[in-house]
């Protein structure tokens, strides 16, 4: 498995403003990815978070209002920005290890917007 | 492009009882398929994994079953108990999406004490 630490846990935010989620893998990585779940819905690829080059961004999301970093293969950021009520979801980190595949989250950032 | 559904959306059991989660998905030519449990606010914990090639995966009390050609795969919960209640998710990785996962809506599950 792989310890995914993601910050804040929540927030809330004023409409207008942007907040940047943090993630950390407690090792190394190669796929990183972040989601979007939506209240009573299941969970949305925003982007993969690429190391040292741009994020793939999935359609219906764009670099602008979610911008991403990568610096290295253990830490990446998520930007929401200008943000507005319908940015109130949980967004999630989200981790490839391992030649099987599989797929670990993080606990997940609860923002709430105003 | 690939459609995973999940039923019931709802279920409620007395503890103890067996139980099975139903997951189904249009594209069959998946990379593995993914059990998560998520409770309340949080984020998801994998339970089980399982390969295209593989029938079936045990861990403890849960044992997940696939059945790639039919597009489906059960959840099987064995002696439920109240520390299951929360919505347990399957996810389908297709080699066409790269390292996508696409997501059912869930099953919220309740086990009543």
């Known amino acids: 498995s792989a310890v995914i630490s993601q910050k804040p846990s929540r927030d809330i935010c004023q409409r207008g403003t942007s907040l940047t989620i943090q993630c950390q893998v407690d090792?190394?990585?190669?796929?990183m990815f972040w989601y979007r779940q939506q209240p009573g819905q299941s969970l949305t690829l925003i982007a993969t978070?690429?190391?040292?080059?741009?994020?793939?961004?999935e359609s219906g999301f764009v670099i602008d209002k979610f911008p991403i970093s990568r610096p290295n293969l253990t830490f990446s950021t998520l930007t929401v920005s200008n943000m507005s009520p319908e940015d109130s979801s949980i967004y999630l980190c989200?981790?490839?290890?391992?030649?099987?595949?599989?797929?670990?989250f993080g606990e997940g950032s609860r923002l709430t917007v105003l | 492009k690939q459609e995973v559904t999940q039923i019931p959306a709802a279920l409620s059991v007395p503890e103890g009882e067996n139980l099975v989660l139903n997951c189904s998905f249009t594209?069959?030519?998946?990379?593995?398929l993914q059990w998560f449990r998520q409770d309340p606010g949080k984020g998801l914990t994998s339970l089980l994994l399982?390969?295209?090639?593989?029938r079936e995966q045990t861990s403890g009390r849960l044992n997940a079953s696939l059945d790639k050609s039919s597009g489906r795969s059960t959840l099987y919960i064995a002696a439920s108990q109240p520390g299951d209640s929360a919505t347990y998710l399957c996810?389908?990785?297709?080699?066409?999406?790269?390292?996508?996962?696409?997501f059912g809506e869930g099953t919220q599950l309740t086990v009543n004490p």
């Open positions: 989200s981790v490839g290890r391992g030649s099987t595949g599989e797929l670990f």
């Open positions: 090792s190394q990585v190669t796929m």
């Open positions: 978070a690429n190391q040292g080059s741009e994020a793939t961004y």
């Open positions: 594209d069959s030519a998946i990379y593995n």
């Open positions: 399982i390969q295209s090639s593989q």
């Open positions: 996810a389908v990785r297709n080699p066409a999406s790269g390292s996508r996962l696409t």
